[in-house]
């Protein structure tokens, strides 16, 4: 049986849009020979559709669209994701469901069994688990349709968090092979391990299965496709590419008998263009052209800048300089120097005017007092104002350049160079800023050497560095992993052997700075724990272990 | 049975703090004569944990809390509420817990039945449900341990959610009385909605209820404490105060005798004292003493500056007015009269000239191209700039002061006016803006007549007002009252009998402005539905039916 997979890149509520994009790559599929045509999960309405299902007419206009493909499709099943109701009178109002649609047969509905209800997925908030799920027959054989966490087992999530068992109720019941539809997004190492754990469930249950991912960036989430068929001895008959779509027939029988073995690219690779569809999508989904980004000469914006330019095309970008007389000479020079080499227009705003004018302000009012962060503030937020007024008079996406280590520690300021409408790196650990600013310049040099070389500085008062104030980056970030994705407690840190005063300036430095992450620009989530929707900390509290 | 009522303000993470309170508030109500002692739901953790419960020492140190309150108790027990484990291998990895102590017994544990996951609620995130709940044993009566949504019956919910039915299963099990640890937020209307529930289920079933509730601000949430004592034929026994702690101890039997009847406040009186005890304790919970206000002259910020006064005392708060040449004398004559009013300090900071000055920024890049919200949007920025160098000198929290309405529609600035650290109107309408105005005026004049009467006007350009961009307020609020809080679509609203024309203005508007709502201060929750934690909604997203 030949598998026509769909991995195509839906806009969330764009019923009528991705209407057409599934009806399209379906009669692709059937033209190149599919038996059986799969899309991603939920690819109706996008994914996540999150409180839009709430909304009254969302659900009935993405039912009014599953019969409108009803009729389109012909004997070639299309199974596409969408959002059902719960017909029963308990439990949550909706269900997350695939649809079996062919033609001179009713619609066949499978429901998602599993609902991931931990880091970025709410899908408790939403929908009823399915009760029962059976095989669909088809063509003489028995096909088990399963939806994305169903057949996630228990050594792959944060822990065994469902007494159900959708992929084994299904194998009882006979089924001969696995369809998959899923939205999983994109984190570092994570298409490595979807290969791991459907190549091994294939072989612990001799059984084919056919894995469909979603490509495409939707706010925080980036989603790389990576789509998989699998034999039923765990081998790789055949992968779709990473952060693409495209439409794709695999013929097990052929495909099978030519060893294959899964590629997949660095680390570096796989975060520069999971970065760069991010920026891409975000912006042609929220219906902008080009974007704006404040240059320092430092590398966050200059690995910043090379993502967007790899995103949306040099001539839409603009660089914009903002001198005060803290900035040295190098980093104007280096700002312009990436400039050319990215093609990238650059202007220069000296903001020291200003700067001088608003500090006048406080002429009275701050008399006798020392300088401290106040001043230094000031600068950040008017080279925000700054970009604003550019963003506003040229619709101009800006974008932000902050780093996590930066954001954890709260070593950046809001209102200033935390504004901008997306966050590219900031899910971005420093130390992986280096190796993606190394990566970048693996062919050529783009980004200046000065600006990876040269130590990092805020450029805010005089002979600032980073380092005045921050541990050592590699030091913060490992124990940053520790206490913010692994969220070890500062005992259990200390115990691995590290500083306790070095441990607990971080502790209070992150927990103290959740307010501002809570007025942070929405960040493109890499890791497997990012800051933004994923982690939910209250503000005012007092936990300090 | 004598029941000791421990209405509690406890702060989120802060073990040690809540644990002394908890103690505390026990043995003044043993003193007092209670035969049993309750609290509010979660009150060793503080209410909602959020995911710090998945930090690697909280829930531990919880228990270590739980076994030290264990040692405290004497023969009068205490019902109080902490974070457990679920022991099972399968499901999340904790529960919702209630613990009866009481000396020379073993911890009696009952969990959380019935776990809310909508709105602001992500308790499916974290807790795995009871699979039964017993009564307990206490003097030769059976006690029914609920907590919070276990006793919300499927009336008051969004829907009939779940399955099972805990207070059923206590009551066929012959639970004589049942007690609730609620940790129920506030909002208008939900006091005299409690008590209409909990009368109804007590004469119902033909058993008293005692009902102890949360008081206090956490982030977005103020509880209201109200905690109520309901006698078997569904009529009040005694009422705690709201918005204030008190420790109570209720005697049924003399309490009985008394008819008594529910005293719920007006609307406007209990909107004031939700939102300055949020203010309050936002502050205190986070480590500030002082709060600065921009002061345009305008309505809002008037209503704020009065709120922080009642939450902080008059010389806590810092008033600033920041005019232009836009600035009406008028404007900064209300601004000062407010202030002279409330008895605050009020700084007057022209920002003239620095506006000047970042306009000369742009003369070559924006000359030829007309004036637009581009020039107008740089001055809420310097205001904000402004406000918040005075907040970092001066360790001022920086209040914020837009309405609902306005944050809806998106008539506000990104990094200017929507700046600051907590936003304490963003909840209220301004139609009921003016209902707070007024009832703030009941006794004297302390907002000035002036503030009140005149068009509003963001005074960004010459002789603007609201109403040359919006529809009249009173038209827009019940829009948007159908669009965002009751999710009714576009032809919904318009065949209520809307016109088409302004329904699809809003809908457009309240949907581009997610993106800045998305970098909004944390704003007080006080409807049924907020922006913010409770409002979840995709930014890139194509939705507009």
């Known amino acids: 049986m030949k598998i026509g997979f769909a991995q195509i890149n839906t806009v969330v509520g764009d019923l009528n849009g991705n209407y057409e994009k599934i009806r399209r790559a379906y009669h692709q599929a059937v033209e190149q020979g599919a038996d059986l045509v799969i899309t991603p999960e939920l690819a109706i309405t996008g994914y996540p559709p999150q409180d839009l299902v709430f909304k009254s007419r969302f659900v009935p206009l993405n039912l009014e669209i599953l019969d409108r493909l009803h009729g389109d499709v012909g004997a070639i099943p299309l199974v596409t994701g969408f959002v059902d109701y719960n017909p029963a009178p308990t439990g949550r109002h909706f269900r997350n469901s695939a649809a079996w649609l062919q033609r001179n ?249 200003s700067f001088e004018t608003v500090r006048s302000q406080f002429a009275g009012l701050f008399s006798g007092l020392p300088e401290d962060t106040t001043e230094e503030n000031i600068q950040p937020r008017l080279r925000a104002a700054t970009l604003m007024a550019i963003s506003n008079k040229f619709s101009h996406l800006l974008l932000t350049t902050g780093n996590k280590s930066e954001l954890a520690v709260g070593y950046c300021t809001i209102y200033g160079d935390m504004a901008g409408g997306l966050a590219v790196i900031s899910d971005v650990p420093k130390t992986k800023i280096y190796e993606l600013a190394r990566w970048i310049n693996r062919d050529r040099e783009i980004i200046p050497i000065n600006t990876i070389t040269k130590p990092p500085s805020a450029e805010l008062k005089p002979d600032q560095t980073d380092q005045d104030t921050l541990p050592p980056y590699d030091l913060l970030d490992e124990i940053l992993h520790l206490y913010v994705e692994e969220n070890l407690g500062v005992r259990d840190i200390v115990n691995k052997g590290y500083d306790e005063k070095t441990v607990r300036w971080i502790q209070r430095r992150v927990d103290l700075n959740e307010y501002k992450r809570e007025q942070a620009a929405p960040g493109l989530k890499v890791t497997s724990r990012a800051f933004g929707i994923g982690r939910r900390m209250p503000i005012a509290q007092r936990f300090v272990e």
């Open 105 to 353: 047969r009713p619609i066949e509905k499978i429901h998602k069994s599993l609902l991931p209800t931990y880091d970025v997925f709410d899908e408790a908030r939403y929908f009823e688990p399915a009760e029962e799920t059976k095989p669909i027959e088809f063509n003489g054989k028995k096909i088990g349709v399963t939806i994305c966490e169903d057949i996630w087992t228990k050594e792959y999530l944060p822990r065994r968090l469902y007494a159900q068992d959708p992929l084994g109720s299904l194998i009882n019941q006979g089924a001969e092979l696995i369809l998959n539809l899923s939205a999983s997004p994109f984190n570092i190492g994570k298409p490595g391990l979807r290969f791991e754990m459907l190549s091994g469930l294939a072989r612990k249950h001799g059984l084919p299965i056919f894995y469909c991912n979603l490509i495409g960036g939707n706010d925080q989430l980036v989603f790389d496709g990576n789509s998989l068929a699998i034999d039923a001895a765990g081998k790789l008959i055949a992968q779709l590419p990473s952060f693409t779509e495209q439409i794709t027939v695999v013929n097990p029988d052929i495909q099978n008998s030519i060893p294959q073995t899964p590629e997949f690219a660095t680390d570096s690779a796989d975060l520069f263009h999971a970065l760069s569809l991010g920026v891409r999508d975000y912006l042609e989904k929220c219906g902008f052209k080009s974007a704006v980004i404040g240059l320092s000469g430092g590398i966050d914006s200059a690995v910043t800048a090379a993502i967007a330019v790899d995103a949306l095309g040099a001539a839409q970008v603009l660089g914009v300089a903002m001198p005060t007389r803290f900035s040295s000479q190098g980093s104007i020079d280096d700002a312009v120097a990436l400039s050319e080499k990215l093609g990238i227009r650059c202007l220069q705003i000296p903001i020291q005017k």
